[in-house]
């Protein structure tokens, strides 16, 4: 459970719009987004990943390179559901994101806000989440 992680130091995966650090804006779906903050959760250690240069040929997001980042939770506002059960198995717990930047979905998580992801926010195909054009092929 995602709000079990609050107790503990761990690193936190943000699916963003484009590089801003902590000021990022969070993206409207996790296999669209240009690229990833990760972020531990007392706010240190910020890197940006982009999405194109690190995703595997099967992957809509570079799960594995979340992974491999050290990435124990994602915090997103839409997801598909094969998305969602590949993160599961790689290890990394899904939340939703409260807030429109890494630093307001940060600090809301801190705050214990943070619930696991619900089936309303789960993305379908053909579903453009958010008007983002996303489309599996």
């Known amino acids: ?34 690229g990833f903050i990760l972020l531990d959760s007392d706010g240190e250690n910020c890197e940006y990943i982009e999405s194109d240069a690190v995703r595997l040929p099967s992957e809509c997001a570079p799960i594995h390179a979340l992974v491999k980042g050290g990435a ?8 598909g559901r094969g998305a969602l059960g590949r993160c599961h198995a790689a290890g990394i717990l899904i939340g939703q994101s409260v ?9 809301n998580h801190n705050l214990g806000r943070s619930i696991d992801f619900p089936d309303s926010s789960l ?11 996303h489309t599996h092929s």
Do not use: Q, W, Y
Not at 10 to 26: K, Y
Not at 99 to 107: C, M, P, S, Y
């Open 1 to 34: 459970m995602i709000e079990e992680l609050v107790a503990i130091k761990h690193r936190i995966a943000f699916p963003v719009l484009g590089n801003a650090g902590v000021d990022s804006r969070v993206s409207a779906h996790f296999g669209k987004s240009k």
């Open 72 to 79: 124990r939770a994602v915090l997103c506002r839409g997801m």
């Open 99 to 107: 807030g429109r930047t890494v630093f307001e979905a940060l600090e």
């Open 123 to 133: 993305c379908s195909h053909g579903d453009s989440c958010g008007g983002d054009g």
